[in-house]
């Protein structure tokens, strides 16, 4: 799908945020928690789902819900996207391999809207980025 970032693993971002944390002293060296960004996505089937009955309510930043669905008939490595309990879409099929692999193998992920534009163009008013939440050993 036109407009999905796959972000490859060990890249300059997840260098740079090492680096800031480590040069930042006691404060954020304490911290065991980061976040390395792992796709930026539009959402796919967001008019056939319940995105335009949501669309009121989702904001810049908001959290959504990722969810496997290994038996979807049509794509066998489906993620779908669920904002206050209720589907409003799929990450597109040519973007999808990594985050349905990361969720397969229990890996802590994270989605958040990070682009909204006007919902009369349904196959690209919501973008969101899907980082894994990684843990210092």
């Known amino acids: 799908m036109q407009g999905t970032t796959i972000i490859a693993k060990g890249g300059w971002l ?4 090492a680096l800031g944390a480590m040069m930042t002293g006691p404060v954020l060296q304490a911290a065991s928690e980061w976040k390395e960004p792992l796709i930026e996505t539009l959402i796919a089937g967001f008019r056939h789902h319940h995105g335009a009955a949501l669309w009121p309510w989702i904001r810049l930043g908001d959290e959504l819900r990722l969810r496997r669905e290994p038996g979807n008939r049509y794509d066998p490595s489906a993620v779908s996207v669920w904002f206050q309990g209720r589907k409003i ?10 985050v349905a692999r990361a969720l397969d193998r229990g890996r802590r992920l994270e989605a958040r ?7 009369g163009s349904p196959h690209d008013c919501l973008r969101l980025r899907v980082s894994m939440i990684c843990r210092r050993p």
């Open 14 to 17: 997840g260098r740079i945020t």
């Open 89 to 98: 879409g799929y990450l597109p099929r040519t973007a999808n391999s990594r």
């Open 113 to 119: 809207v990070t682009e909204l534009k006007a919902p």
